[in-house]
Antibody, heavy 117, light 115 residues
């Protein structure tokens, strides 16, 4: 069974940094591109970032470009999101998700990031 | 950037009746490879999203056949033939055609509730 388990969410002050992790299991991790998608409280889904299967290419939404960095460690079946210069509007549940043929096939349960002073 | 717009945003439906959600994109979602990468997701209350339909009309494994997708170009529809109580939630369309630069975009979501 495919499982994606996010961790690392926390309350952080504006301007602060945080690193999210996602542990993947139940599939051949290094064969799939992976995403981060977020959902602010009571709001819709917002795509954040994508990394190719080999980590060679990364893509970001404009609203996080230059502040967030996606990475992966295929030896550890893990996905990461390093976030800097956090703002109040980055407050959201962050989902790790598995790509399939330009769809997002499987989502984790999410980890909550709250940016507040 | 591709903008994806759903309607209605709220959809009250009587149990056993059909439901329909529209999704329109600001640009054609027909990719040069001949595929149209328009997907539909269901998010039940308190749960993560779940893929229902991919590439316009393909039902994901395990999705009941009362769900169907159709459309082309810039206009797409998700239909539920007979709404059941477990269908309550928010439905999102998402385009994956404009990739690279890798920016997938979601519609605003349509909240389906039982009348």
């Amino acid at each position: 069974e495919v499982q994606l388990v996010e961790s690392g969410g926390a309350v952080v002050q504006p301007g602060g940094a945080l690193r999210l992790s996602c542990a993947a299991s139940g599939f051949t991790f290094d064969e799939y591109a992976m995403h981060w998608v977020r959902q602010a409280p009571g709001k819709g889904l917002e795509w954040v970032s994508l990394i190719t299967w080999d980590g060679d290419s990364t893509f970001y939404a404009d609203y996080v470009k230059g502040r967030f960095t996606i990475s992966r460690d295929n030896r550890k079946n893990s996905l990461y999101l390093q976030m800097h210069s956090l703002r109040a509007d980055d407050t959201a549940l962050y989902y790790c998700a598995k790509e399939r043929d330009r769809s997002i096939l499987k989502w984790g349960q999410g980890t909550l990031v709250t940016v507040s002073s | 950037d591709v903008v994806v717009t759903q309607s209605p945003l709220s959809l009250p439906v009587t149990l056993g009746q059909p439901a329909s959600i529209s999704c329109r994109s600001s640009q054609s979602l027909l990719h040069g490879d001949g595929n149209t990468y328009l997907n539909w997701y269901q998010q039940r209350p308190g749960q993560s999203p779940r893929l229902l339909i991919y590439k316009v009309s393909n039902r994901e494994s395990g999705v009941p056949d009362r769900f169907s997708g159709s459309g082309s170009g810039t206009e797409f529809t998700l239909k539920i033939s007979r709404v059941e109580a477990e269908d309550v939630g928010i439905y999102y369309c998402m385009q994956g055609t404009q990739w690279p630069p890798g920016m997938y975009t979601f519609g605003q979501g349509t909240k389906l509730e039982i009348k």
